[in-house]
């Protein structure tokens, strides 16, 4: 496969079929001919903090890191954390990739003892779960017109505001969410 879409956001159509789903945006992590991976990054994970996933490591972070917000990166593995990063950390040997410029993934306790610490990267998420796909699930969704691939922006993956994030990444298509139609597929 030579065709990516690792690097870019896959945007949920209106009636995409899936609640789990509905207006989600996730940046796509990873995708080959095997598998694809992403993290939805619009999503709170509203009954656990930074500060709590950091507590169950043993660290204890500043006051205004404490108070960040988790993200529900999607339904596989919620127990799994996965951290996207700026470019200035870089995890133990093997344990860092490059997602599109500017944004790294790590999902190693490294990491989070970064953060906790003095060492935390300028930029940063975290998100419990992930999104994954099949061999070939993920294109035929593609092809149902589920979802639109969005050119990657640094400040939707890393802004605070979740709430028009799904709207912002349609726009920077320069389409309004409301010419969209919801007769879309389903994933």
Do not use: Y
Request: aromatic share 4%; proline share 4%; with cysteine.
């Amino acid at each position: 496969m030579t065709d990516t879409i690792a690097g870019k956001l896959l945007v949920a159509m209106p009636g995409i079929g899936d609640p789990r789903f509905e207006r989600t945006v996730i940046l796509m992590c990873a995708h080959d001919e095997e598998h694809a991976m992403g993290l939805v990054i619009n999503k709170l994970r509203d009954e656990i903090s930074l500060s709590d996933v950091l507590g169950h490591l043993g660290v204890t972070p500043n006051e205004t890191i404490a108070a960040r917000a988790v993200l529900d990166g999607g339904p596989v593995r919620p127990e799994r954390g996965f951290v996207l990063h700026s470019e200035d950390f870089t995890g133990a040997e093997g344990a860092t990739q490059d997602v599109a410029p500017g944004i790294r993934l790590t999902a190693t306790r490294d990491v989070l003892e970064a953060i906790g610490g003095d060492k935390a990267p300028e930029k940063f998420v975290l998100a419990l779960g992930c999104s994954s796909w099949g061999a070939g699930q993920l294109e035929d969704e593609l092809r149902q017109a589920a979802w639109l691939l969005v050119d990657t922006d640094n400040s939707i993956v890393f802004d605070d505001q979740l709430d028009d994030k799904w709207e912002r990444s349609i726009r920077s298509l320069g389409l309004e969410p409301s010419q969209l139609s919801s007769a879309a597929g389903s994933a």
